[in-house]
């Protein structure tokens, strides 16, 4: 695998990864649609805005979005539909997503040589002018090799950020870019306090800047094993000339390592750039409270909420009325079928909840009550032991997956619009106040055909109800 050079111009590219377990914004986030698909702040998701503030210097089909696979065939579908996409089948952390990225780049330059900027798809940045004015900066040093690393300014002692030691040495003096002198993994408190009393430590971003051919030299330095997995699925690339394929037979043999310690806490070739960006990684809801507006008590209030004398509290309503009275530092977010109430401050410990739900199976942590699905969404509106009602709408010409279940039965009544149902060999048109009956283990298909949505209450009936139990033929979203 070639780790050419040019000197040449280089075309910019961004690799934005938008993987991520949905357990750090719980209960808003889940497993199955974590923040970076979540609108925080607007109407944008965080991922919508992360590829936005690249423009004018990198436009969208200069992106590439590297995902997980249950992300872009389930929920995160239509964020993800405008967008290049390379589908992690598990996660490995951020050293193989880059490097398989890196190589799918070279290999549509064509012999190029491009800048790639890597971003997290979930972070907020509020001086948009500030972080294209630092990017620049950043895609002019790498052109020379140097691996950039975006550092900001420590606002407080935070144990949740690694932190960057740079050297007084700048790259040249023209430039903004400092030498690094060592990185520091996630330190204690005690720690924090004394790199935030230095002048010359930074929080470490996440956010980097190189040619693609100066990161493959280090990872094959580095990582030989991800090197050598990532040259074969190139190679299995070119034989079956299915890259999807290729990645879900080979990614699984990746080691779980992230860039940082992998690489760039071993690179002699790294740099940084100093930032002040309005920055925030949104790792906790404090980090939510921190970036949101406040009225006058310091309250964040989203959604419906009644604070009365509260003080330095968010609220946070996804549906339901919340109202709260007398409290202070609070964290209080609803959604349809989870409540979350914490001090500031224990924010973080919301991954203990999320552990415990996954012990139990609980499906909380995996879905919300209201699910989307590339063809349209659904409720669940009630469940008990034996049975679940749901409420399902389907886009106009969209359907769902030739499918069969093993453990429930289904019942549908159409309340709007017109289906088409295949059950077995049968080719049904059910109409509005008509209904039919899908026995356990027929294959079927809903679809809509008409020109509004299809809305419809399916009652499922089995002794297991839960959504793996989907045996598929043919789908149109490769699902």
């Not at 990185?183 to 002048?199: H, I, M, S």
């Not at 003080?311 to 009325?321: A, P, T």
């Not at 209201?370 to 359907?399: D, H």
Request: hydrophobic fraction near 40%.
């Amino acid at each position: 695998m070639p780790e050419q050079s040019t000197s040449d111009e280089p075309r910019v590219k961004a690799v934005i990864l938008a993987g991520g377990s949905g357990t750090r914004l719980w209960p808003l986030s889940r497993l199955q649609l974590p923040k970076q698909f979540l609108r925080l702040q607007g109407d944008k998701t965080l991922l919508e805005s992360t590829i936005g503030r690249l423009a004018p210097l990198i436009q969208p089909s200069d992106v590439l979005v590297v995902t997980g696979a249950e992300h872009a065939r389930g929920e995160a579908y239509n964020s993800l539909r405008a967008y290049q996409t390379l589908l992690e089948p598990v996660g490995r952390n951020t050293a193989p997503a880059i490097a398989l990225a890196a190589a799918w780049l070279q290999e549509q330059a064509e012999g190029g040589d491009p800048v790639m900027v890597v971003l997290p798809a979930d972070h907020i940045i509020k001086q948009s002018e500030a972080f294209q004015e630092a990017l620049q900066s950043a895609v002019e040093a790498a052109s020379d090799g140097r691996l950039i690393t975006f550092g900001i300014k420590p606002t407080r002692p935070d144990t949740g950020f690694g932190y960057i030691k740079v050297a007084e040495t700048k790259v040249n003096d023209a430039s903004p870019i400092l030498l690094v002198d060592e990185f520091t993994e996630k330190p204690d408190l005690a720690k924090a306090e004394e790199f935030v009393a230095r002048d010359h430590y930074y929080w470490n971003s996440g956010m980097f800047v190189w040619r693609t051919s100066a990161i493959l030299a280090e990872i094959k330095a580095q990582l030989p094993d991800v090197y050598a997995i990532v040259k074969s699925i190139r190679a299995d690339w070119a034989e079956s000339e299915s890259l999807q394929e290729a990645i879900d037979r080979g990614f699984a043999r990746m080691p779980n390592i992230s860039i940082d310690y992998g690489v760039l806490e071993k690179s002699q070739k790294v740099a940084l750039i100093p930032c002040s960006l309005g920055w925030s990684d949104v790792g906790s809801w404090d980090a939510v409270h921190e970036i949101a507006e406040h009225d006058e008590k310091g309250n964040a209030v989203q959604g419906r909420a009644i604070v009365t004398d509260c003080q330095n509290s968010l609220v946070h309503s996804n549906k339901r009325l919340v109202a709260a009275i007398g409290v202070q530092d609070l964290c209080i977010v609803e959604t349809a079928d989870a409540v979350l109430v914490t001090k500031r401050g224990e924010s973080q410990r919301v991954r203990e909840i999320v552990d415990e739900l996954k012990q139990t199976n609980a499906q909380e942590h995996l879905l919300h009550l209201t699910v989307q699905r590339p063809w349209g969404r659904y409720t669940v509106l009630e469940e008990q032991a034996g049975f679940k009602m749901k409420r399902i709408t389907v886009n106009p010409g969209a359907c769902l997956s030739l499918q069969r279940h093993q453990h429930r039965s289904e019942h549908w009544i159409v309340v709007s619009g017109t289906a088409t149902v295949a059950r077995n060999d049968e080719l049904l048109t059910v109409t509005k106040n008509e209904s039919t009956y899908i026995p356990i283990g027929v294959k079927h298909r809903l679809e809509n055909r008409g020109k509004i949505p299809l809305e419809l209450i399916e009652i499922q009936v089995g002794e297991y109800l839960d959504e793996d139990d989907i045996e598929r033929f043919d789908d149109d979203y490769d699902r």
